[in-house]
């Protein structure tokens, strides 16, 4: 299962405009003011963009899904963590049921309470986010952060951006190069760049310091 990553706001944003109606936008696009760093939480929705072009099938879509959500809660009602994992990410993309981020939320919680790394980190962008709560970005970096601790590379690279941006707390440059670094290092792009622009920051502070 590909991990829903963050990616670059502008290109998810163009995918979503001028894709023919697929009954996923959540609302009108909000341009990003230049230099402004923000994850858009779309990764996953630009993948699916693409499986419903290969399958244009909304029957034989619902009918796997409906299918998959028997299965999974079956097994999620038993405890199983990577079924109530997976039933939050069906909630969460409106798969098969109609969307709801208050379920989603709901058994992405069991689930990380049982501390499945996915679970926690779709719960921080649940609250980075918005969806289904007030934005809490202290809670979300609270989930980012369980995540995170668990080497979960999507995680790594939000709590730095949290870090990075100041966002619910004071910007602190130690911290962001820390997470940015931890998932630079496993080969994550975004990660890589924003750890670049950290060293490229302080090295530019370094340079208009008087010796």
């Given at each position: 299962m590909k991990t829903i990553r963050p990616g670059l706001f502008f290109l998810i944003t163009a995918a979503v405009l001028i894709w023919p109606g697929d009954g996923r936008a959540s609302g009108p696009a909000v341009p990003v003011p230049t230099g402004q760093i923000t994850p858009s939480g779309g990764g996953k929705d630009h993948i699916l963009l693409a499986q419903v072009k290969k399958n244009p099938s909304p029957s034989t879509n619902q009918q796997g899904f409906s299918e998959a959500f028997r299965w999974?809660?079956?097994?999620?009602?038993?405890?199983?963590?990577?079924?109530?994992?997976?039933?939050?990410?069906?909630?969460?993309?409106?798969?098969?049921?109609?969307?709801s981020y208050e379920k989603a939320r709901g058994w992405f919680e069991k689930a990380a309470e049982q501390n499945h790394a996915e679970a926690q980190y779709m719960l921080g962008l649940i609250h980075y986010y918005g969806r289904g709560v007030q934005k809490n970005f202290t809670t979300a970096a609270q989930w980012f952060g369980k995540a995170a601790k668990q080497k979960y590379n999507a995680a790594q690279y939000m709590l730095g951006l949290i870090h990075y941006e100041g966002k619910?707390?004071?910007?602190?440059?130690?911290?962001?190069?820390?997470?940015?670094?931890?998932?630079?290092?496993?080969?994550?792009?975004?990660?890589?760049?924003?750890?670049?622009?950290?060293?490229?920051?302080?090295?530019?502070?370094?340079?208009?310091?008087?010796?």
């Open positions: 999974f809660q079956k097994a999620a009602l038993k405890g199983n963590k990577n079924a109530q994992n997976m039933i939050g990410q069906m909630y969460y993309d409106g798969d098969g049921v109609k969307r619910g707390m004071k910007k602190n440059l130690t911290e962001a190069e820390k997470w940015f670094r931890q998932a630079a290092e496993e080969g994550d792009q975004d990660a890589q760049y924003m750890l670049g622009l950290v060293i490229y920051e302080r090295a530019k502070e370094k340079g208009g310091k008087k010796p």
